[in-house]
């Protein structure tokens, strides 16, 4: 258990405390409801740096009730999904992408640094104790949540003097529980997600607990989730917990795919960067990442130039919407269940992560 | 133990549990760092409401590794102190206040409502268990820490179906540990504490730690706290954590005592309420609440028109700005330790809080 204070964590030091008593695993139940056996925990302090890292079973955290990560949001999460393959081999999906995005909130949230690879060693060694929690179906994976938060045990803004970085894995039925096959999204410049200097960039919680309000509101209008307006101009930026997508024919007659571009209040999703390369990789029309004003969206809908709007996100993957309350007018989007852009791009990461179209982008477990 | 599925939870039913051994109560320790011996707990679930109270010895909290709080920083927190008064009296200053404000983050967080009088008077009994531990002194106090949580243990971004409101006292020194007499500053636009549209009006965690990264690089400058800046037009917004304000000589000629307005990105601090309750009743000069942007204060230290800037906050009382380090520049402010503004505000604060002058802004326990 020898500390690094310097550098990083080493997956060549894992601990492993194996259950003693497994669960009965339910069927295919609401998303991130229902845990594996086992977690990975690896503590950080000031003085002796990183602590070695151990599997054991999953279990209640003991916090101190001055933790910072209650009390000031010192936190931040990743997402990403564990694939059974039509050949039985688990695969993770562009999974150093996520590693580099939780080295910046943890920058961002003035948590320590650590050696990607190790973590993402370490996480392969868990999901390989729990690999029979791994659905065998193609509409069904297992998530995976690294989380990293400050378990500083004073008040007071400061730096944490100490860190658990943790990961825990839950079975992924539906997201959105339910029925419906498109999204219908609430948009008002009310309610705004992130704004420039600020943290929208990063998956720390904060850009979460806000959101709540909104998306209450959202329902009460008989929508699902929020479309996320930013601007006088009521730019289009994310929907809930989704990056967005248009698919169009342009104000310059061009078809396009287009997406708010990273100027930081938009947060770097793997399905948006896959969605980008997978359609650039086609150069059947223009892919652009772009602004998109709920004005623009509104003349290309009564011009008949929208085709189709969607959001992406880890846990969703790809989600058409269907409709819009936007100033008292419940906006009507074309979508169609086949033969859509969304469809085919939905199929074609599906048969990546699943191992039938070969890709450098998946990752053997 | 009955719950209550509406309504709140009742000081009647409180139940408690005296800690089995007390600590040794040190000198007077760096800000929150110190706990006294006892917390208060109160447990809700969205089948059963509020559980009864309970008081027990301060213990680690055991929660469940998906807890949105954790996550999602669904979490608020309050901030108040408790005095000891020249006649031995412990008082609290204009506790009302801090309810009025954790209700409304509470709203904000979907978080679910309570009665505050309950609160209070669950917290009074609390202060009183551990009432050994408010210093004997003028310039200590005992800090009291209220903090709700949810305990939602389950991944998704949704309203909490269980939460943990609970409150831990700690000892109150000097919270910016420095030697130095008068703050130093570092403003810049390119990081932003709150927008409209989001929470920087509520005391909810994500507002702090998304400030950290800020606060380390105003370090870099030789600065200890961060002014937040907000908009093209550079307004000052906070200090750190504190509320701010301006005695100046304003644009019209005017002596006027100016703090920005409770448009949704200020923090409504108890201290800000009731310094302008206080000079405004005093009636010697302009009491605003206005917007106050860089280039008028430049141009009012350079034409000698500021008389002086402080900062107020629960945890620092008021804390005068003695240099501000802004687009390449180190301003010098104005700044003189008696006969200030700021000095005669503290101690007519003082006054009350520790009883010397009678106020129905305070509160016994």
């Known amino acids: 258990m020898a500390g690094s204070s310097t550098g990083s964590f ?3 030091d894992l601990v492993i405390q194996l259950s003693s008593s497994p669960k009965i695993k339910p069927d295919v139940v609401d998303f991130g409801t229902v845990f594996t056996d086992h977690m990975l925990t690896i503590e950080w302090n000031a003085n002796e740096g990183w602590q070695a890292p151990l599997i054991r079973a999953f279990r209640n955290l003991s ?10 949001g010192v936190q931040l999460f990743e997402g990403l ?13 562009r999974p150093i992408l996520n590693m580099n995005r939780m080295t910046n909130s943890a920058k ?3 948590l320590p640094a650590f050696d990607q690879s190790e973590l993402l060693e370490c996480i392969r060694r ?3 104790i729990d690999q029979d929690w791994v659905p065998h179906s193609d509409s069904a994976s297992l ?23 943790y990961v825990i894995l839950c079975q992924a039925g539906s997201y959105f529980n339910t029925e419906m096959r498109a999204l219908s999204l609430w948009a008002d410049p009310k309610y705004t997600r992130a704004w420039k200097g600020g943290t929208g960039d990063c998956k720390m919680g904060g850009n979460y607990g806000g959101t709540l309000f909104a998306q209450y509101e959202a329902a009460s209008y008989g929508c699902q989730q929020v479309l ?15 990056n967005i997508f248009l698919h169009w024919i342009n104000d310059d007659g061009d078809e396009e795919l287009a997406t708010p571009p990273l100027d930081g209040i938009i947060l770097p999703g793997i399905t948006r960067q896959s969605i980008l390369d997978l359609t650039k990789k086609w150069d059947e029309f223009k892919v652009s990442e772009r602004y998109l004003t709920m004005a623009q969206l509104y003349s290309a809908l009564k011009q008949q130039r929208l085709k189709e709007m969607f959001g992406s996100g880890t846990a969703c993957s790809i989600c058409p919407v269907g409709s819009i309350v936007y100033q008292g007018t419940n906006l009507q989007l074309p979508y169609q269940e086949k033969h859509s852009l969304s469809s085919r791009i939905t199929t074609e990461l599906a048969d990546i992560q699943h191992g039938r179209s070969p890709s450098d982008w998946t990752y053997l477990v």
């Not at 916090?63 to 000031?72: E, F, M, R, T, V």
């Not at 996320?228 to 989704?242: N, S």
């Open 143 to 165: 998530y995976i949540r690294p989380t990293f938060i400050s378990t500083e045990p004073s008040l007071g803004v400061k730096k944490p003097t100490s860190a658990l970085l």
């Open 81 to 93: 999904m564990v694939y059974r393959g039509d050949d039985n081999r688990l695969r993770l999906f």
């Open 108 to 110: 961002r949230a003035c």
């Open 10 to 12: 080493k997956a060549a």
């Open 228 to 242: 996320w307006l930013y601007g006088e101009d009521h730019q289009i930026t994310e929907a809930g917990t989704m």
């Open 126 to 128: 868990l999901i390989d």
């Open 63 to 72: 916090l101190h009730p001055a933790c910072s990560a209650l009390h000031y």
